[in-house]
């Protein structure tokens, strides 16, 4: 089929990875995305990941035990790399061939970052999985996402969500959200809209990177943003 777009960045949450668990990983929910990603893979799209890692460590956690938020963010990146070798392993048991990549060195299961070497990858038809974010602290997943789209010149960001897009309100808090097929950069910022943090969103303003927001739970839906389908959010100039 005719794509849209070649080459995605696709942003996954950690907590996605729950399931109907408190914290950890669901092997039915690892297998659903390991799925999802393979159900695209046969039609040519070039697929990078970032994970986040609040299913096993968030950030907002330091608070409580007392952590410096130094200490918690570089926590925090070290799930990411869990999750990332969790979905990694899912993938290739699909027959997935995929690269594991940190921003923080770990030669003994991933590949540490190096820019021209993951677009090789991708081009080479390899599942490219970012992990540990940016290697800084005080930067989010989303800023990750954003930094490696920008990096390896993603046509599009897709944000997997539990929702269908982005709304006036968060619509399981309140009925009379509507939603917004598509919406500009400026009035997202505008009407004080949550959709990333604002370094990732500012990131993606400044360098032409459109953001899908989506209900990744819905299987069909990857595939029909490939498409060029009017799925989810689209967030643009």
Partial sequence: ???????????????????DKEFGISPDMLRYYAEQILSIKDTGVEIAIVIGGGNIYRGLQAKETGIEKVQGDYMGMLATVINGMALQGALEKLGVFTRLITAIPMQQIAEPYIRRRAVRHLEKGRVVIFSAG???PYFTTDSAAALRASEINANVILKGTRVDG?????????ANATKFNKISFAKVISLGLSVMDMTAFTLCQENNIPIIVFDINKKENLAAILKGEEVGTLVDA
């Fill in 166 to 174: 982005i709304y006036t309100a968060d619509p399981e808090k309140d």
């Fill in 134 to 136: 940016t290697g800084s």
């Fill in 1 to 19: 089929m005719p794509l849209k777009y070649k080459r995605i960045l696709l942003k996954l949450s950690g907590e996605s990875l729950m399931g």
